[in-house]
């Protein structure tokens, strides 16, 4: 199942007409145009018009037909018609098409040299060479993307990172909170490690060497001779820093350091780290950043278990993790109900502090392939929300799709050659990957009775906003999963039974167990916790 579900893909065109685009790899607002000879019955005049009716701003000739001379009679016209930039450019060449008034229409498609990466190590980076993330650097960006690399720090002084980090212009180093955000002297990013005991400070320095790693695998320059490439060009690197020099911290001051983050306007938020243990404060922090429309990216965790770590288990967060080359599942990584999407994890080249290399395998480095391939979406089309990126998403994956591979690929691993497809498709000015109009799902008044419960087994109990398919899992207190629950289920107040065995159709034993509801429609989720006790 996936975890958000797949949108029907409706593209709302000019005329009432339906076309689906190519990728856009074309300069913006211009049309070469063939009009048909002008000893037809066409008139120079009805030429005109039909490049005023569609909206030219303006109409030449292109530069060869003043070259030569003319031959006598007939001849055809090619002309290179401006439009504003927002114009849908595949939809206004199908209706020069279809006036019959031309030969052809046709975008001015853009070149690049075909030249190798030149960067002395990129033939070292196996997740770039043996696989199609390569393909990531192709797509083009309107805008850079903001991405909040949340961790040790980031070395921004090295060569390969420098163009690519986030400098507060509104701030200044002078001792004083210039631009009022309540932290002084962020000028190139804050460290909140020591926030809960009032030691934070504008020093975001990487001493321990993750958060340089990451930042590298996301937005290291590309094709500029020096060190290896980055994933994408269309990231610029916050740097959030609050794990120490031994790459410890804890979750007070993560959760500032996302709220930080979130109101820096960062679309991005990479969360490589985390603990198996709740917290409250955390989870708000999260929550708070996606609702300013951030996508949170979170690691699974390495400890090659299904239990959960948090923030990768709440709700809402593209939760990472990690698959090989050849796609199978890592053995370090963790997985189960919680995991949204694979990517590659194992054996990355990427930068240290202070110019260094070093290799890092890890359900961190997967979060940092995932959040190189959201900025390239919010990057390509700004316009996209939060939901559309992750429809986006869900639509371009591959190797999620059975139940075995759920808990271990959740929605599969992002095929850049269909994202880069499905990114094509999305128009902008009607943002058709998703209807605005979509309510969100509500799971509430979730309970199970009775508690504790015997061999007369047991009910789960819940309210949705909507029909939806549910799942619940039902772990032991050593979080093995034992049982899964499934069915599709109509709106308002519904209940599933379990009749106390497990997976293996034996009883389980006396104990306490913990469950999860995951309500799933539509590219919407919901998701509530609870415990049970068995004592027969």
């Not at 949170?296 to 990690?322: C, H, M, R, W």
């Not at 189960?336 to 694979?342: L, R």
């Not at 691993?413 to 058709?432: D, K, M």
């Not at 093995?480 to 159709?505: E, M, P, R």
């Amino acid at each position: 199942m996936k975890k958000w579900g797949l949108m029907t893909l409706c593209f709302m065109l000019l005329s009432g007409s339906i076309e689906v685009a190519s990728e856009q790899n074309y300069v913006e607002g211009q049309l070469i145009v063939k009009m048909k000879a002008s000893s037809s019955i066409l008139s120079a005049g009805t030429h005109e018009n039909v490049h005023s009716r569609l909206g030219a701003t303006s109409v030449r000739a292109l530069p060869w037909k003043k070259m030569g001379i003319q031959a006598q009679g007939a001849q055809s016209e090619e002309v290179l018609v401006t439009f504003p930039n927002e114009a849908n450019l595949e939809v206004l060449a199908a209706q020069y098409r279809q006036s019959g008034q031309v030969e052809y229409a046709e975008p001015v498609y853009k070149v690049h040299a075909d030249a190798l990466v030149n960067d002395p190590y990129y033939r070292y980076q196996d997740y770039l060479t043996k696989t199609d993330l390569a393909f990531l650097r192709d797509i083009e960006y309107k805008e850079k993307v903001l991405v909040a690399v949340v961790d040790s720090g980031v070395d921004g002084t090295n060569a390969d990172l420098q163009s690519s980090m986030f400098t507060n212009t509104k701030e200044l180093a002078n001792g004083r909170d210039n631009d009022g955000n309540g932290y002084v002297g962020d000028v190139s990013g804050y460290n909140f490690s020591g926030y809960s005991v009032h030691r934070d400070n504008a020093n975001a320095n990487d001493n321990y060497g993750h958060g340089t790693h990451i930042a590298g695998i996301i937005a290291a320059q590309i094709n500029n001779g020096i060190s290896l490439a980055g994933l994408t060009h269309a990231a610029e690197i916050l740097n959030v820093k609050f794990l120490d020099a031994a790459g410890n911290g804890n979750q007070l001051d993560g959760a500032a350091a996302v709220r930080y983050a979130a109101d820096m306007g960062a679309r991005v938020i990479n969360c490589s780290w985390g603990y198996a243990q709740f917290n409250q404060v955390l989870k708000d922090a999260v929550a708070y950043a996606i609702s300013k429309g951030a996508i949170v990216v979170t690691s699974a965790g390495n400890s090659g278990s299904d239990l959960d770590q948090y923030p990768a288990a709440f709700e809402s967060v593209i939760n990472v993790a990690s698959v090989e080359i050849d796609k199978s599942h890592s053995d370090f990584s963790n997985y189960g109900s919680h995991i949204t999407f694979a990517e590659y994890g194992r054996a990355f080249l990427g930068l240290t502090p202070s110019g260094g290399l070093a290799i890092k395998s890890g359900t961190s480095q997967s979060a940092a392939v995932m959040s190189a391939i959201v900025a390239t979406a919010f990057g390509a089309k700004p316009s996209m929300t939060a939901r559309d990126v992750k429809t986006l998403l869900l639509n371009s994956a591959e190797g999620g799709d059975s139940s075995a591979k759920n808990r271990y690929k959740g929605n599969g691993i992002v095929n850049i050659t269909n994202f880069g497809r499905n990114l094509s498709l999305f128009q902008e000015s009607t943002h058709s990957f998703l209807s605005a109009s979509v309510a969100a799902l509500k799971l509430t008044r979730v309970l199970n009775f009775p508690n504790p419960c015997s061999d007369s087994g047991t009910k789960f109990g819940f309210e949705l906003s909507d029909s939806a398919d549910v799942t619940i899992h039902i772990y032991s207190n050593r979080g093995t999963l034992i049982k899964t629950l499934q069915s599709f289920v109509n709106s308002g107040y519904q209940t599933l039974n379990w009749d106390t065995l497990n997976d293996s159709n034996q009883p389980a034993k006396n104990g306490t167990y913990f469950y999860t509801v995951l309500a799933t429609k539509d590219g919407d989720v919901a998701r509530s916790k609870g415990r049970l006790t068995i004592l027969r």
